[in-house]
């Protein structure tokens, strides 16, 4: 493996300077996420519009789709055109079986699909956005890891391709799951397109065991770091939860300050931030979303992640975990 892979660092980045902006500056996203806010409520969707309103940063979104170039875009118009099919009909004849039994089942077909990391959980309100209604009670979760070699490119257009690539696939690995929950004779609805969902995937993600959230507003994995892609697939079929996982992340997210040196923009906060009630890991929306644009969705604060190295999250558990227990 390169040494690339090994110890990415950005090649290039541009600067944070922009050949576009808003005649009239929309509200800022930071105020939208409710960053500074000491009470819960839901969050509100301001960029990746699902539905038919207008959200505030709805010209930069739309900006964001007509600047990729094909070899991305193509991967977004493939899985926007296989997730028609993401609802079906289902077999009329229910399997009753006992949950525990049911979820390793589920967990088996998920990886044998091709998921990397399969979880559930219930959809609790935190991963819901405000004014939307999932139409089932449970999410299982999944998440596919992506070819390091490309990543290796961020913030460049190898990268985003790579990114849209493994989108398009989870939700192909998602789209087989719900048939086969439907098989069964459940409902169950595949959510694997990140520009058109009535759920929060980090939310559900962690509360099914897949990860922790790391100091960049990203997943971490013990398995794959940040360097891997999340769908899911809600239905009733009665499943037993999963429990959230401790991998240490924040031992080393509180000292670690690699993402922050590498932001171009730095929207990175180094200290948890108070987000709708919730004190937790926050990156600034109004300086991240112009150069995510302007980049085909960056992703350097997750490949430049300790965690992303191969082969290093478990190693970096043990150590971490040890340490804890000498304190």
Not at 126 to 144: E, M, V, W, Y
Not at 267 to 283: D, L, M, P, S, T
Request: hydrophobic letters at 40%; a positive charge; glycine letters at 8%.
């Amino acid at each position: 493996m390169s040494a690339a892979v090994k110890r990415i660092r950005p090649k290039d980045p541009p600067p944070p300077e922009y050949a576009f902006g808003y005649l009239d500056p929309p509200r800022s996203g930071n105020e939208i996420n409710g960053l500074g806010e000491r009470q819960w409520r839901p969050a509100t969707a301001v960029f990746h519009n699902a539905g038919s309103a207008q959200l505030d940063w709805q010209a930069l979104d739309d900006f964001f789709g007509l600047i990729n170039p094909w070899r991305v875009v193509r991967h977004v118009v493939a899985n926007a055109w296989q997730l028609r099919k993401r609802d079906g009909p289902v077999a009329r004849r229910r399997v009753e079986a006992d949950p525990a039994d049911t979820s390793e089942r589920i967990k088996d077909a998920a990886r044998g699909f091709g998921a990397d990391l399969v979880g559930i959980a219930p959809v609790g309100p935190d991963a819901i956005f405000a004014g939307r209604a999932p139409p089932h009670a449970t999410a299982i979760c999944i998440g596919l890891s992506m070819n390091q070699e490309k990543m290796a490119h961020v913030p460049h257009a190898t990268a985003a391709e790579e990114v849209m690539r493994a989108y398009r696939q989870i939700a192909r690995v998602a789209l087989r799951l719900a048939r086969y929950v439907r098989g069964l004779g459940w409902p169950a609805r595949a959510y694997g397109n990140p520009n058109s969902t009535d759920i929060l995937h980090i939310p559900l993600a962690i509360a099914a065991g897949l990860g922790q959230l790391g100091k960049h507003g990203s997943m971490i994995s013990k398995e794959h770091g940040s360097n891997f892609r999340l769908a899911a697939v809600l239905t009733d079929l009665p499943l037993a939860f999963d429990e959230p996982v401790d991998i240490a992340v924040d031992d080393l997210c509180l000292g670690c300050r690699r993402c922050v040196l590498d932001c171009p923009p730095d929207a990175i906060f180094n200290e948890k931030q108070w987000v709708r009630g919730e004190k937790r890991w926050y990156v600034d929306f109004d300086k991240c979303i112009p150069y995510f644009v302007k980049t085909h969705g960056c992703a350097i604060c997750i490949e430049v992640c300790p965690w992303s190295r191969p082969g290093q999250g478990p190693k970096l558990v043990e150590k971490l975990m040890a340490k804890r227990s000498q304190r």
